[in-house]
């Protein structure tokens, strides 16, 4: 599965891009799942991923919650919690 | 619901909701600027940055929730991205109704709920020159969290 | 606090308070404006009759009240008196302080008081020409008893 | 004891004047004695404080119950319930 995936605030800072697309393997479920899969992509995910509880993320530009199916996603994004307003 | 780099002026907005209407009886606005200093520390700048295309949809989505919760006869909210110094706009939100207490309220949840659901980030630049991202407050979600439970008084 | 025949502008009044002042993070303002129907009828039109000496000095009470009670960097009042049409202005009131509860809270317990306090009295003249006194509303009262339980919830 | 006395709203346009001064009789006491006696002032005051349970009173431009002692005051005003805002 191909999808586009965005880093925002000190996420895009650590992982050191503000987006990329990446072929995800089969198995690869949840947002949870894929943040696992994330943390091993190399030093700068582990870092961007460590504290994956702080962690926020919405699939195609909607809030999601970890165990969130990815299914038929075409842009995921992470990002800390927002501090707008 | 507008998101942008440029100033707003607040008594343009309200007079562009209100143009030509006697059906309105309560304006409520809310404007949020930054300040010179935030938890204790003094800050000299600060960076504001969203996530295009999600923002305006939550954006919308909260202003929707807002008209099916409460009368209103508009609203809006307006919020500023990019570099902003202490004394300058962030955020604008504006009711309208026929009566105050669903112009404070909508205004109140409009607040809340932007503040923790809307995409936005804040990294400010502390006067000693360092930059660091604004932690979330527990309690913009607890505030955020009074309107899960119906409202206690309307009118 | 100010009693006037005078329209007033939010954006100005926003800017005299704000002036300088990177110390204020929220800033609420509530304006209430004549609406064309009431109770039901049509209103052509409405004169606003005061207390001149006791309304200036229920009015700083109030606002007194307020800053007791939350913690405001600034507050203004500004009612009008005389001949009003629909869609015209009729009362506005500001508060600013560091953080968005307390301007809210602030900015509700002013319009809620100044409703049941202030000794303004409104005369309609119906679509039919018919002029009669307004009627004071049950529901401002149990607005302004909120008051007097300590507030659910600040900051 | 002579006081200046103010009317406002419906209060104003049925005894037809915003203020007068009047020499009270020794005995009132207070803001419900006074309205008594007030009612008994003519036609145009009868009307006025007819329902007597709706007017309000201030003592020297502050809010007064009808139980309040009038001893010491210079001006008391006399209206209906308030409409502002």
């Given at each position: ?85 | ?95 309208a109704s026929r009566h105050r207490q669903a112009a404070f309220s909508a205004a109140e949840f409009l ?45």
């Open positions: 599965m191909r999808v586009k995936l965005l880093y925002f605030a000190w996420v895009r800072e650590k992982t050191g891009k503000a987006e990329e697309h990446v072929d995800l393997p089969a198995g690869i479920k949840t947002v949870a799942e894929l943040i696992a899969w994330l943390q091993q992509q190399g030093p700068e995910y582990a870092e961007a991923f460590r504290r994956s509880e702080v962690i926020r993320a919405a699939i195609d530009r909607t809030h999601a919650p970890p165990g969130a199916s990815i299914a038929g996603a075409s842009e995921i994004a992470f990002f800390p919690p927002v501090t707008g307003g | 619901m507008r998101v942008q780099t440029a100033d707003f002026e607040v008594g343009a907005e309200i007079a562009a909701l209100t143009a030509g209407r006697s059906d309105i009886g309560a304006v409520v606005t809310f404007t949020g600027r930054m300040r010179a200093d935030n938890a204790g520390q003094l800050v000299a700048g600060m960076t504001l940055e969203h996530y295009p295309g999600m923002t305006e949809s939550e954006l919308e989505r909260v202003e929707a929730e807002a008209q099916a919760r409460w009368p209103l006869q508009a609203s809006l909210i307006v919020h500023r991205v990019g570099a902003l110094k202490p004394g300058d706009n962030i955020v604008l939100v504006v009711t607040m809340d709920y932007l503040k923790t659901k809307a995409p936005f980030w804040k990294k400010e630049i502390g006067a000693d020159g360092r930059a660091a991202w604004v932690d979330a407050r527990p309690s913009d979600d607890e505030a955020a969290g009074r309107w899960r439970r119906p409202p206690a008084r309307e009118g």
